[in-house]
């Protein structure tokens, strides 16, 4: 079981007055923090919440393009680098194909703990959200105001109107993955009926753990089955669950007066769960007009009206992922060979590839926002 870090019971006093801020970002993963980097030294009060420390809960299999890592800075938590894929169907044992760019997997608490060294002066608190009336949001700690709130939730989409998404109801797809010891030198997908029907499994080495796991586009299918049998048929020993919702459907960005990013957003790509990289992207471009607001260059309406037209413009290719998403159930038997066998065209595979990749670009992530002012420690602070 994982320990939780978070401060409980008498050490987790309530915020009392003084806890509202300029910018609220609730939660702390890959889209909360990078719209607080994009925030640093902007001279307002930025509060971030989560319910657990930063980097305390991983939250994906943790792989993403490298240049996105490095444009970010965060290339210190790289564990493993890859370029290619090694492709299995059931009747293909192994099909390479070839990446014009490469993915690396990273250590979730270390790329989180450079991501908020980057936010400057934003402070953190650990804190449960629970709902949101008008600028204010509740949490277990009590009320805070803001009159910019960013929900960073996740899958949840909890300050949205309304009820929160519910599975096997809502827009998800559902993923599980263990992390047992081990090495290996490719990325791995397993596209195969044998694990899932629409969906597919996946081994990311990243140094000294391998996460194995198993992603199923349909809500209703269950995943710990095909991911054990996966772990076993990878010769490796299940340890570590970790799994998750998935949203597979873009949603507005912008809600009540209230910015939404990464997850909470759909922002994750239909067909092939990355999610991680549209999180940075579409936090980026939410701190961008933030940052403008803060510095009197437009308003709030502004702002709103901004990034949710900026998050809209992509619905068409996330629509498009998803229409190929629904139809992977039915790509079985020499149809499935013959798409695996075409992308081993290296023209196919690196067209194909880096259209993929510019549906959100990593020189999105440059220039970097102002250099923030060195953290204080907590000896120097006293
Ligand atoms: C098994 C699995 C493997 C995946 N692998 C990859 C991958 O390799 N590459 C990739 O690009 N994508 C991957 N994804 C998708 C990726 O994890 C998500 O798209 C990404 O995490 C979204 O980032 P986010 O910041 O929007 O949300 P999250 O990373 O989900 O962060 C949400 C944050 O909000 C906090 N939070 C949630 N609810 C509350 C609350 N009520 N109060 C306070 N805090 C709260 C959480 O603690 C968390 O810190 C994977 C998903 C799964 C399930």
Known sequence: MPVRATKRGAARVPFGTGADADVLICGASFA??????????????????????????QTSACAAPTEWLR???????????????????P?????????????????????????????????????????????????????????????????RRVLGVGDNFQPPDGPLSR???????????????WIDPRYVDAGYGWAFPARDEVRIGVGSFDPHDPVKQPTLRLVEDSGQ?????QGNWIPHRIRPAVE???????????????????????????????????????????????????????????????????????SIRHLHGRPLDKVTGFF????????????????????????APAAAPVRATVEQAA
């Open 344 to 367: 081993t065209r290296p023209r196919v595979s690196n067209w194909a590839f880096q259209h993929y990749l510019e549906i959100a670009p990593p020189s999105f992530a440059v220039p």
């Open 32 to 57: 909360g923090l990078t719209v607080a980097r994009e925030l640093r030294s902007a001279g307002a009060r930025v509060l971030i919440l989560d319910r657990y420390e930063i980097g305390e809960r």
């Open 237 to 241: 020993t299940p340890d570590g669950y």
């Open 91 to 155: 009747l293909v044992e192994k099909a390479r194909w070839q990446l014009p760019f490469s993915f690396s997997t990273f250590d979730y608490r270390q790329l989180c703990e450079l991501l908020w060294d980057q936010t400057g002066d934003a402070e953190f608190e650990t804190a449960k959200v629970s709902t949101r009336t008008g600028q204010t949001v509740s949490t277990d700690r009590g009320d805070v105001s803001a009159p910019l709130i960013v929900d960073a939730l996740g899958w």
């Open 175 to 189: 993923g599980l993955e263990v992390h047992p010891h081990g090495t290996g030198t490719d990325l791995e997908l």
């Open 256 to 326: 009540d007066g209230v910015f939404f990013a990464g997850d909470s957003a759909g922002h994750c790509l239909p067909l092939t769960a990355e999610g991680i990289r549209t999180a940075f992207y579409f936090g980026i471009a939410l701190g961008r007009e933030l940052r403008a607001v803060l510095e009197g260059r437009q308003d709030k309406a502004a702002a709103l009206r901004r990034y949710g037209a900026f998050s809209a413009s992509h619905k068409w290719k996330f629509e498009a992922m998803y229409a190929a998403q629904q």
């Open 71 to 89: 444009n970010l800075g965060l290339e210190d938590s790289i564990r493993q680098t890859f370029d290619s894929l090694l492709v299995h169907t």
